[in-house]
């Protein structure tokens, strides 16, 4: 069975910017396709078995563990349970995820 899907603000921030980067500041359209393709099937992936990504927990969340799937060269970040999975951030690999937020902080 696969998931519901859904994404926190965050994350549909981090595949835009990632497809603004690549298609218009880079100049390389197919390099953004391609970027969000590997993305999105990445994600689809772990719809359908989402116990397959990586653990990931961090100290400054202790009681929340995060799961990740690689869409090369960018690392999927997200939690789920029994009906959906919800993408929490799209970094590149190089980024080290202690220094970027995973969590919405209210405004």
């Known amino acids: 069975m696969m998931l519901d899907l859904a994404w926190r603000p965050r994350a549909h921030l981090d595949r835009e910017s990632i497809a603004i980067h690549l298609g218009l500041e880079r100049k390389a359209p197919q390099a953004a396709l391609d970027a969000m393709r590997r993305i999105d099937d990445a ?7 989402p116990d397959s990504g990586g653990r990931v927990r961090l100290d400054t969340l202790r009681r929340t563990e995060y799961r990740t799937v690689l869409a090369s060269p960018y690392t ?5 349970d029994e009906k959906t999975l919800t993408v929490y951030r799209i970094l590149h690999q190089c980024q ?11 405004r």
Do not use: M, S
């Not at 999927?76 to 789920?80: A, E, I, L, P, S």
């Not at 080290?96 to 209210?106: E, F, K, R």
């Open 76 to 80: 999927v970040y997200y939690r789920f």
């Open 43 to 49: 994600i689809e992936r772990v719809r359908t078995f």
């Open 96 to 106: 080290n995820i202690d220094t970027y937020a995973l969590v919405d902080l209210p």
